[in-house]
């Protein structure tokens, strides 16, 4: 059986019409061209959907019967129709994002906050993954969008790099506090929070001590960053830190939901600590998705500039 759409239309508009003249006028189409519509339908179901009485164009008990059934495939595809058009026009869909920590903590939700503001019907799932996690999900095909530290390149998905720096985070009561920029010589001996040391911002951060010939004086390892600011309030330590979570302490800082005590500066000499969105290589992201991955670009940019430009005035 091979049905279409405007027999199951013009069906439908001669059985709401009772009329051949009628269902033309409303469908803009000649009586011959229905008239052939409804012929070539019968043909198909092989059955007679209408008689004529008296002049009169009379259903018969099976067009009332599949009337019903036209109803239900033409609504379908209405409601198909719309969603279809949602999705061009980003008002619906769905978006599967995973990232590490750093980002699910703040940066992302308040991304994806302002994304959506005007997207109801996009669905949203956010999970906390590592970075290694991450790119196996992405390389898998099980998420649409990865947000993670910055990946070695391989062909199972495509990313893109911003290349961002960490900060030190001291007390604002601390004479470094002062300085435009912290080096090692100036945490020489000086108690520091760190990542733990398979992480690479440890890794940079120990070489870096270790090229300037100072000491090196680890007091807390931590898993996330945002712990070692409640250290850095409480004047224990400097922490070395990624810019999501400084960016993350500044803003809270403002609003006064935040530690009001510490300062972020730049630590030279510098140890890259960057981030990349990760999409499948495979497979097509959609439309929406796409759209989120150029959002989130402008919003890492913003960050970064504010940062540096919040970052390099002292007493701030």
Known sequence: MNLSIRQLATFREVMRSGSISEAARTLGRTQPAVSSTIAGLEAELELKLFMRE??????????????????????????????????????????RIAGIPEAVA??????????????PSVKIALASRTSAEIEELIAA??????????????????QIDFDLECMCAVPATDPLAAKEIITPEELDGYPLALLHSEHRSHKQTLSRFRDAGVRF?????????????????????????????????QEDG???????????????????????????????????????????????????????????????
Do not use: W
């Not at 703040?106 to 997207?119: E, G, H, I, R, T």
């Not at 403002?254 to 981030?275: A, C, D, K, T, Y």
């Open 254 to 316: 403002r609003s006064g939901m935040g530690p009001p005590m510490i300062v972020f500066r730049p630590f030279r000499p510098r140890i890259q600590n960057g981030l990349s969105i990760l999409t499948p290589t495979h497979r097509p992201i959609s439309i929406v998705a796409k759209d989120f991955c150029e959002f989130l670009s402008l919003e890492l940019a913003t960050m970064r500039t504010a940062m540096i430009k919040k970052s390099a005035r002292p007493g701030l």
């Open 217 to 249: 004086n680890q007091r807390f390892e931590l898993q996330t960053a945002l712990a070692g600011l409640r250290f850095v309030e409480a004047g224990l330590c400097a922490l070395i830190c990624d810019m999501l979570t400084a960016y993350k302490a």
């Open 141 to 158: 095909q099980q998420f649409d969008i990865g947000f993670t530290e910055t990946p070695r390149v391989r062909n199972s998905f495509d």
């Open 106 to 119: 703040d940066f992302l939700p308040n991304s994806l906050s302002k994304f959506v503001a005007d997207k």
């Open 54 to 95: 008296q002049g009169r164009l009379v259903p018969t008990p099976e067009a009332e019967f599949f009337l019903e059934e036209a109803e239900a495939i033409l609504k379908r595809l209405e409601i198909s129709k719309r969603t279809l058009r949602g999705l061009a026009n980003r008002e619906h869909g769905q978006l």
